[in-house]
């Protein structure tokens, strides 16, 4: 795990950049769980928590868990927040889940490649798709440190 991080922390130096990622990362990941949660299901599918977005904790965790259990731990935590976050989004605000993650996804981008033409250097990702991954797990990583968990 901490080879994907360092690689991944090579591109994020720049203070400006890594305080952007701390605000783009997560609200990326929270805007694919919107998506994903407001596709619809089929009636099988029940109990109502059960949906593209939960099922999808499935592989997501199992990418983590092979890297680092205890990020697995903060991750898995994390996952559980958006959902309740989403569930909280639809019982109060009538404007579509959906149309809101897809504003806020693409205001996030851009702020992911600002951050990255003030680091001057490209996204990590653009060299290997599963830094989408592990751009969430480093700033979990920050949070490890910062409350002396080892992961």
């Given at each position: 795990?901490?080879?994907?991080?360092?690689?991944?922390?090579?591109?994020?130096?720049?203070?400006?950049?890594?305080?952007?990622?701390?605000?783009?990362?997560?609200?990326?990941?929270?805007?694919?769980?919107?998506?994903?949660w407001s596709i619809p299901v089929p009636e099988f599918m029940s109990p109502?928590?059960?949906?593209?977005?939960?099922?999808m904790l499935v592989p997501v965790t199992l990418f983590y868990a092979r890297?680092?259990?205890?990020?697995?731990?903060?991750?898995?935590?994390?996952?559980?927040?958006?959902?309740?976050?989403?569930?909280?989004?639809?019982?109060?605000?009538?404007?579509?889940?959906?149309?809101?993650?897809?504003?806020?996804?693409?205001?996030?981008?851009?702020?992911?490649?600002?951050?990255?033409?003030?680091?001057?250097?490209?996204?990590?990702?653009?060299?290997?798709?599963?830094?989408?991954?592990?751009?969430?797990?480093?700033?979990?990583?920050?949070?490890?440190?910062k409350l002396g968990i080892k992961y």
């Open positions: 795990m901490q080879e994907w991080l360092d690689a991944y922390g090579e591109s994020h130096q720049n203070p400006t950049n890594k305080r952007i990622h701390w605000v783009c990362v997560p609200l990326i990941f929270l805007t694919i769980v919107g998506l994903l109502s928590w059960l949906n593209f977005a939960t099922l890297l680092s259990v205890p990020l697995t731990i903060g991750m898995a935590a994390w996952c559980c927040l958006c959902f309740a976050l989403c569930a909280w989004y639809e019982s109060l605000i009538t404007f579509p889940l959906w149309q809101a993650s897809i504003i806020a996804f693409v205001a996030a981008w851009v702020g992911q490649f600002y951050g990255h033409k003030i680091e001057g250097a490209k996204p990590s990702f653009l060299d290997d798709i599963k830094f989408l991954m592990i751009g969430p797990a480093w700033l979990m990583s920050f949070i490890y440190q």
